[in-house]
C-alpha cells in the first residue's frame, strides 16, 4: 500500500531566550493509505508538536530546523502559508481536543461546514449546501435538523462530531485527530470513536490519533508510535507494542493504565468504629431552574448518604450531565439542596455561621479537575498552602507553616525545596495537583470531594495522586468523596461505588460487586464502555446511538 | 418575539426614567437656593433697577407652581413630562424649554450619531486590524499616530482643526451651524450647506474617538485570537479574511455593541465642548449657554432628555443583540 504521509528526520525546536527546546528530535515515520497510527506519550513529548509542524501551523518560536514531511508527494516543510492552508481540510484534515469551543459560537452548523468548503474552492448554498450537510451530518451519526443548530445547543459528543463532519467534508487522505474524546465520557468516548470507524472505512482516510490512553489505543488504531521528550523511542503493530513492550517508558506507560484486572488490596482501615456522620444528605436532591409553571430540570434525585464513617473512599461515576457534580456541590456547600437536607454535624450546612461554619470548612475539603487554574498565578504556591492553615488558626506562626507544608509535600511524594516557593506556572499539572492534595491535606479533613482530581493529568502521575487519596483514608482517617466518569480508576481507589444516571442512584455497593458483575444495565453500558488496553478484546457490546439529536448536555465539570 | 420582549423590558424603562425624572426634581429641592430668587438677584445686580424682589418672587412663583406643596409640584412636574412640558426657560422667558431642545436636538443627533458611527466602524476594523497576527505593515505603522489622537479631548483637536482649515487656509467655515445668509429650508443648496459647516466637527469628533474605540477592540481581538475556534478555522485553511471578519471581528462585535450603545445615549447632551467650539446650535450649546446663565430649567430639561435616551438606547441594545448572538437569543426564548 502507498504510504500516505513520509516523515523524515523531522526536529522542532523552541527559540527560548534561555536556548533552544528541542520539542521533536529527528522524528521520521511513516502513515500507509487508509492506516490507523496512535501516537502516544505524556505531555511535552512531542506528538502534538509534530502534528503541528504537518500543518504549518508551527507558532513563535517554534520553527522547524531539520527533516522532511511529505504528503502523497508534496513536502509540506517549507510549503507557502497559502499552499499550505489549502492542503489543511482538503488533504490533511484535523480534528481538535477542545470540540466544545472549537466551533464559532455565532454560526449554525450549517455555517461552518460550508465555511469550509468555500474556502477550498466549493462555494456552496440553498439546496445543494444542504444536501451536502444532510449527507456529512448523516456519516457522523447526526440528523440533518442539527445543521440549524449553533454550538452551545450541542453536547459535548455532538460538537465533537461535528468537528468529524467538518474534517471529512472534503474526504482528506489524512485525518490527525488530537485526542479528541478526552474531554469525553467513556459512553460518548466509543460512540465518538466508532464514527471514526465508520469514516474510515467508507472514504479510506487515513488516521493520525494523538492520545496518552493505551485503552483508547488499542481499540482504535493499527500501529502504535512512542514518543518521549521529543523522540520516537519505540514503535510497531498496536499488538506487539501491548503485548512486548521494549523500551522501559513504554513499560511504565502500559502499567499505568488502570483496569477493572487487578486491585490492589485495601490497607487496614485506621478505626472502624461507629460515629455519627460529619456529613449526612437526609434525601437531599437538586432541581435546577424550576418556575412556577415549568418543573425545571432535576439534576439529582433526593438521596441519602452519609460521610465520615464507612465506607472510607466512595466514588460516584456517572456520564456528564449524571448528577455527579451536583452531589459533590452539595457536599462542598456550593449548591443547597432543593429537597431534603444537606447538614453538618446534624445542622444544615447552609445554616452554618461562625465558629461552626470555620470547622465547616476545614472539615471538608476539596481537590478540583483542573490544577492549572485552581492557583492564583501572581503568588507563590505557598501562599495557596499558607493561607487556610493561618486563616483558619491551625498554626500560629510562619514556621510552622513551612514546617507542615514540607511534611504534606513529603506525603503526596513531592520535594518540598523543588516546589515550595515556586510559581503555579513553573510547576506540571501532576506537580500542581499533588499541591491541591498536599493542600487539602494539611487541614487534617474529615472529608475529601476529589471531583475528577486526575482527567487532567498524564496517566502515569494518576496513580501517585490516587495513592496518595488511599494514603490519606489509611493514615488520616479521612472519608473520600471520589467523583469520576472513569470507571476503571474508580475501580482502582475505591472501597464503594454508586453510579448515577441522569441523576438518580441506579447501583451501588462495593466496587467489586458494582463493576465487576453489574446488576444495571446502565452500570454495564458504562464498564462496557471502558477501552481495554488489549486490541483482542472486544470493545464493548452493541454500539449505542443514544446521543442523536438529544437535548444538549450540561458540560463536563468545572 | 421582538415584541413580547419590548413588552417585557418597556416597565423597566419606565421604571428609569421615573426614578432619574425623580431625583431630577428632588435634587433642586435639596439645594439651599431657588432658582427664581437666584435669576431676579442676578439681573438686580446686573441692571439694578429691580425694586420689589420678594413680591416678584412670590409672583414668579405662583406662575412656576413653586407655592405649591412638594407632592403637588411633583404630580403636576411627572404629569409635564409626561406630555413633554419642560416648563419654561428663565433666560428666555416666555420660551418653552421643550422647543428650545427640539430645536437643538436635530443639529446633535446629525452631527454626533453620524459623527460616532463613522468613528465607531473605522475604529473596530481598525483596532481589530492591530491585533491580527498578520496585519498590513501600514496598519501597525499609523497605530501610534491613533492612539495618540485617543489621547486628545475633542476640543483641542476642534480648536487645531478650525485654526488650521477655517483660519490659515480657509477652506471651512469657523463655526455656526449653517451659513448666515442661508436661509433653513428643506433643500438641497441648504442641506449641502449644513454638511460643509458640520464637517471640521464631525471630523474632531471622529478623529478623537477612533483612538478609544481602536484600543478597546486591540484588547478584546487579543483575547479573542487565543480562543480555539480561531486554532480550529486556521487549521481547517479558512481564509485570512473570513477569519478575521466572520470569526475574529464578528465575536469582538458583541460586547463592543453594548459599548456603543451607552455612548449614544450620552450623545443627545451633545458634545458641548465641540458645538461650544464651532459654535454649533446643538444641545450642547444649549446647555452651556444654560449653565452661563444659571437657566435652571433648560438644565434639568437637557439632562432629563439624556436619561430618556440612554434608557432607549439600552432597550434597543436589548432588543438587537439577540439578533447578533444566538446564546442570548436562547436565553430569550425561554
Redesign the interface.
Known sequence: MADVLQVHDLSVDYQLATGAVHAARNVSFTIAAGERVGFVGESGSGKTTVALAL?G?LRHPGRVVGGSAQLEGTELIGLPRAA???????RI??V?Q?A?????????VRRSIA??L???GQPLAGTTLTERVALLLQQVGLTPEVADR?P??LSGGMKQRV?IA?AISLSPRLILADEPTSALDVVTQRQVMETFGDIRARLGSALMLIGHDFGLMAQTVDRLVVMKDGRIVETGEVRDVLRRPEHPYTRDLIASVPTLGERRSGGTLASTDERSPVIHLAGAGRTYGAGLRRPGVMALRPLDLALGGEPRILSVVGQSGSGKTTLGDIVLGFVDPTAGAALYRGQPIASLRGAARQAYRRDVQAVFQDPYSAFNPFYRVDRALAQPLLKLGIVRTRSEATARMQAACAEVGLDPDRVLGRFAHQLSGGQRQRLMVARALMLRPRVLVADEPVSMVDASLRFAILDALRTLRDRHDVTVLYVTHDLATAYRVSDHVMVLHSGAVVEEGTAEAVLREPAHAYTQLLVDSIPWPDPDRAWGGSALRSDNGSSPQTKTGR | MILSRLLRRLPMLLAVVVTAATLNFALPKLAPKNPVETKLLEMAEQGGSLTDISGLIRSYEERFGLDQPVIVQYFSYLKGLATFDLGYSLAFYPTRVADLILKALPWTIGLLLTSTLIAFVIGLLFGALIAWNRAPRLARVIAPGVMALAALPYYLLGLALTYVFAFIWQIFPLGGGYSLMALPSWSWAFALDVFYHSLLPALSIVLASIGTWALTTRGLMVTVQG???M?????????ER?RFL??GL??VM?PQVTALALHLGHIAAGAVLVERVFNYPGVGMLLFRAIEQSDYFVIYGVVYIVVLMIAIAMLIVDLIYPL????IR?EARQ
Open positions: 500543518l501551523m499550505h492552508a489549502q492542503l489543511r481540510l482538503s484534515a484535523y481538535p477542545g466544545m469551543n472549537s466551533l464559532n459560537p455565532v454560526q449554525t465555511d469550509g468555500a474556502d477550498h449553533f452551545h445547543e468537528c467538518i | 480562543e480555539d475556534y486554532v480550529y478555522a486556521e487549521a481547517n485553511g479558512l481564509s473570513r466572520h470569526y464578528r465575536n458583541l447578533l448572538d444566538p446564546r436562547a
